[in-house]
């Protein structure tokens, strides 16, 4: 209820910059008792296992929203059953010029080309490394100068892999030049190799790797990544990330193309990112584990996406739009 009243005031400011004041408002909640607070009140139990892995519920936040893994604890005690920081990239970088993220009210998305926009994967560490309650993933990324993308992904890996609770290899933000050129096979395959083993030798353990690919792959692309996966023995496949499309949308055409290039999430994309899954889920037959991200709104979403062969899912956009005890309705109405 009170978010209903706060949510006109903060849509009423360029949408990065309330993003800014609410990561602002976390940081400091988590330096105080409330995470130990709220998380028995906001947390439902909805057990779930992944990839060797228990999960309180099934709702996770996906990569975008604490990029730096500054306020994962705090965003954890909302009663999301897991958060994922990031993206992160081996070197520290500004992102694209701003305006870079925007509201669709009228289609319930966004449109962001935030670009990778980070302190680095180095300056993570400190605060990944301290004990937590939270069960945190971590997105790597491509930094945007990296002249040897195999490489930057290792050193990201390298660093953060004892720390992660699993760790994800972010090829589909269409946001950084050339970044889905790497999610060919041919360009896949040595990434997600050398990522596996860098990551194990860091943690001295089997941390759960997973890929996570675009909405907008075609099918066939779609069944070739599921093949390397199963090839690589990756724990799973995160589908899907934000599209380039702009197909269907309610807000006018000339508002779209004022805003320009940049990735569009929210419900636009239910449709494909159910199919992407849906097509996964056939391919791969349950040996590997499926987190469902792009247009869940509801529990209904939530289920469709369960019944379609995810373990776990992500939001995002709908939690922009409906404030921070989203996750919690979520997973109850389960």
């Known amino acids: 209820m009170l978010y209903r009243v706060i949510r006109p005031l903060l849509f009423r400011l360029p949408a990065e910059r309330a993003h800014h004041l609410a990561m602002s408002a976390m940081r400091g909640a988590q330096l105080t008792p409330l995470p130990s607070v709220l998380r028995p009140l906001l ?3 909805k057990p779930v296992s992944a990839f060797g892995l228990q999960f309180n519920n099934p709702i996770g ?5 604490d990029k730096d893994a500054q306020a994962f604890e705090m965003l954890g005690a ?4 897991f958060i994922e920081v990031g993206t992160l990239t081996a070197l520290a970088q500004q992102g694209n010029p701003t305006p870079r993220l925007f509201r669709l009210p009228r289609d319930r998305a966004l449109i962001n080309r935030m670009g990778f926009n980070n302190r680095g994967s180095a300056d993570a560490v400190p605060r990944l490394s301290k004990k937590r309650r939270a069960l ?3 997105n790597i990324g491509k930094s945007k100068l990296a002249e040897d993308p195999v490489a930057d992904y290792v050193t990201s890996a390298e660093r953060v892999a004892p720390y992660a609770d699993y760790l994800v290899v972010n090829v589909s933000s269409p946001n950084t030049p050339g970044l889905r050129d790497l999610q ?7 990434i997600l190799a050398a990522v ?3 990551s194990h030798r860091s943690a001295s353990r089997e941390v759960p790797l997973l890929v996570k690919i675009a909405p907008d ?4 692309d779609v069944d070739a990544i599921a093949d390397l996966a199963l090839e690589q023995k990756l724990a799973g496949i995160i589908a899907t990330n934000t599209t380039t499309s702009r197909a269907g949308l309610a807000t006018p055409a000339n508002v779209v193309d004022a805003i320009g290039r940049g990735g569009l999430s929210g419900a636009p994309q239910k449709q494909r990112s159910q199919e992407v899954l849906e097509r996964l889920a056939t391919r791969v037959g349950g040996a590997l584990t499926l987190v469902a991200a792009g247009g869940i709104e509801n529990a209904q979403d939530v289920r469709d996406r369960l019944n379609g062969g995810a373990t776990l899912v992500q939001v995002y956009t709908s939690f922009i739009y409906g404030g921070p005890l989203h996750a919690r309705r979520l997973a109850a109405r389960l």
């Open 184 to 190: 060919a096979v041919s360009s896949l395959r040595p």
């Open 43 to 45: 947390t439902a139990k």
């Open 217 to 220: 792959l075609a099918n066939d």
């Open 136 to 138: 945190v993933g971590v």
């Open 61 to 65: 936040l996906a990569a975008g929203f």
């Open 196 to 198: 596996r083993d860098a």
């Open 78 to 81: 909302l009663g999301f059953g």
